[in-house]
């Protein structure tokens, strides 16, 4: 009887539902008018996240709160959270679909992804170390003032010392969030302490620190620019250098000791476990973690086996280039020849260093010449290369890139960390500037900010590692394919960077998966990739601290190359590789799968002309 009911009511429900009259279509004008207040929405909801995190606003060139830190309390944290939430609620209600654009409907989906990814990470939020050699309020303070707090006027450089005196603020909230995680059972291993109080002593040494000598990074910073600035007189001038002194003895200094203090503590209670697996709900949030970074649902255990696979076919492609030169001998033999033989290295000096930014600028500019071959669409903005500041060297990765100001007034800038010059190989030099810089981050960067016609979190988000490392890694392989890499060892180098993300999917699956012990990460490297010990010992450490990230890589470009492939094949004589890039590029950074409907639209579009 009860079946029988159930079977008449879903009847008289279909019944309803068939005879309501359906909503008519709606016309062009209506879906560019709906399109357009959709936009609208989600810009103001992107700008009232931005006015809340003064450091997003100078980052993008704005001075409203340029006095400024961000909250980053676990308050804070869960307000954003519950905001991005009621957005999105109310992005559905007022917004139906199929009253928009296609492109404003790709927006709709991707805020939609978004709060759903950001609302399982919240669950997980104290599962991370918000103190580590890579990363931590503790580094990111001065270099912050240092790249983005431009001072133009009397007024920027009131605010700068506003922020020195806001330190202790921000650090205070700091020390709480690393009890938070404490008390969750959550420490950084034990290498972490004494590479993170390096960096902290660094912060805090020379003028007006101590007596005499050289002047403190952010000293030495906020006079240079203060010295700069035109139609401000000397006594104001004084003045203000005075104040910034009075900022840094009274409130950095004492700040960075009490975290100091805390670090210190902490490190006593530190274990030298790596994986996240010691976590109280690891193996959830590692899941998690490698859904978030790739944009995939592949497990641990498919992407170690991806690595594995992978490092075997690359490390094949390198005995080619090893009969190409006429080595004589096996595959570890090479690598050890790779790493020693002095040819390929600049010397330890202010010489060196110059001379390899210079080579990195160069290739840079030879590649400017040659986008017209594979791009339709450059990017405005300029590219700068820099060697990383001396008081991060020690905590600094090897090479990243920081983006563009959107308004023009700061270039895109490709950092090297010249600290060790043995660790920066000139074979690698070519892709690793194809990466960082042309055509790799700075495109795709570049370019996303000055989309029109798309709201700003796409511009400005940045939040699909899978898309945008594994440009950078595509980007290393397709200079190769127009002629670059001439020099069998600079190709050697575009296979040793791609092998090196190879092995990365096995390590960083190792260790927070397989429970492998950080010695054991680092002898795979060892074993397994030409890199210097020291490198494998850094990367490692950097895996360790940043579970999954660095599995985006090559599970990004293997997906934008399976799709350029599927494309070739399907398109025939039709496929045309500058348009392939225009798909890929000027839609912003997107998950992986929304990436493959974007290829098969255009796909699509071409096969029927």
Not at 100 to 129: H, I, W
Request: hydrophobic share 40%; aromatic share 10%.
């Amino acid at each position: 009887m009860k079946n029988i009911i159930s079977i008449f009511i879903a009847i008289s429900i279909s019944f309803t539902i068939c005879q309501a009259a359906p909503e008519p279509a709606a016309s062009p004008d209506q879906i560019a008018a709906e399109s357009k207040r959709a936009n609208e929405f989600l810009d103001k909801v992107f700008d009232e996240f931005v006015a809340s995190h003064p450091q997003i606003e100078s980052q993008l060139g704005i001075k409203t709160h340029y006095d400024q830190w961000n909250d980053i309390s676990d308050e804070a944290a869960k307000r954003d959270l519950e905001t991005e939430q009621k957005n999105l609620a109310e992005l559905k209600k007022q917004f139906p679909k199929e009253r928009l654009d296609a492109q404003t409907k790709l927006s709709c989906e991707l805020f939609e992804f978004n709060t759903e990814r950001d609302t399982e990470a919240y669950q997980f939020r104290l599962d991370s170390y918000p103190v580590n050699q890579m990363f931590g309020i503790h580094s990111e303070t001065p270099t912050f003032l240092i790249n983005i707090h431009k001072i133009d006027s009397e007024k920027d450089a009131q605010a700068y010392i506003a922020r020195l005196n806001g330190v202790p603020k921000l650090f205070d909230q700091l020390i709480v969030n690393l009890k938070a995680r404490e008390d969750h059972g959550v420490i950084p291993p034990k290498f972490v302490f004494p590479l993170v109080l390096e960096a902290c002593a660094n912060v805090t040494k020379g003028q007006p620190f101590e007596d005499s000598g050289p002047n403190s990074p952010l000293f030495e910073d906020f006079s240079k620019k203060v010295g700069a600035l035109k139609n401000v007189d000397q006594p104001v001038r004084d003045h203000l250098l005075s104040d910034a002194r009075k900022a840094l003895t009274d409130s950095v200094k004492p700040a960075y000791a009490k975290l100091v203090t805390a670090l210190q503590a902490l490190e006593k209670k530190a274990n030298d476990d790596a994986g996240v697996w010691k976590f109280p709900d690891g193996a959830a949030f590692y899941a998690s973690a490698l859904r978030r970074t790739t944009t995939t649902k592949l497990t641990a255990d498919q992407i170690h086996e991806i690595g594995l696979k992978e490092v075997a076919r690359i490390q094949g492609e390198m005995r080619k280039i090893m009969e190409k030169v006429g080595f004589k001998g096996d595959l570890q033999a090479f690598f050890k020849f790779m790493r020693e033989d002095p040819q390929f290295y600049l010397p330890q000096t202010e010489e060196g260093q110059q001379k390899y930014l210079a080579q990195a600028t160069q290739i840079i500019d030879d590649m400017k010449k040659r986008l017209d071959e594979l791009f339709i669409t450059k990017p405005k903005a300029d590219i700068v290369v820099k060697a990383v500041e001396k008081f991060r060297e020690s905590s600094a990765g090897k090479a990243f890139y920081n983006q563009p100001a959107p308004d023009g007034s700061r270039p895109g800038m490709f950092y090297v960390n010249l600290a060790n010059m043995k660790d920066n190989p000139t074979y690698e030099l070519e892709s690793l500037a194809h990466h960082e810089g042309i055509p790799g981050h700075h495109m795709q960067i570049a370019i996303a900010q000055e989309l029109k016609g798309i709201p700003k979190f796409r511009k400005f988000g940045g939040r699909y590692t899978a898309y945008t490392e594994g440009w950078g890694l595509y980007s290393e392989l397709t200079p190769k394919e127009i002629g670059m890499y001439q020099d069998p060892y600079s190709d050697f180098g575009r296979l040793s960077l791609e092998l090196w993300r190879a092995a990365r999917l096995v390590v960083d699956t190792g260790i927070h998966a397989k429970r492998w012990t950080r010695q054991q990460a680092i002898d795979y490297l060892k074993e397994n990739t030409p890199n210097a010990e020291t490198d494998c010992i850094d990367s490692i450490n950097r895996y360790i601290v940043m579970p999954s990230q660095a599995t985006a890589y090559k599970i990004g470009m293997m997906k934008i190359l399976e799709l350029r492939e599927k494309a070739k094949k399907q398109l025939g004589a039709k496929f045309d590789l500058r348009q392939f890039h225009e798909v890929v590029l000027t839609n912003g950074a997107v998950p992986l799968d929304i990436l493959e409907e974007l290829v098969n639209a255009w796909v699509k579009s071409k096969s029927s002309g």
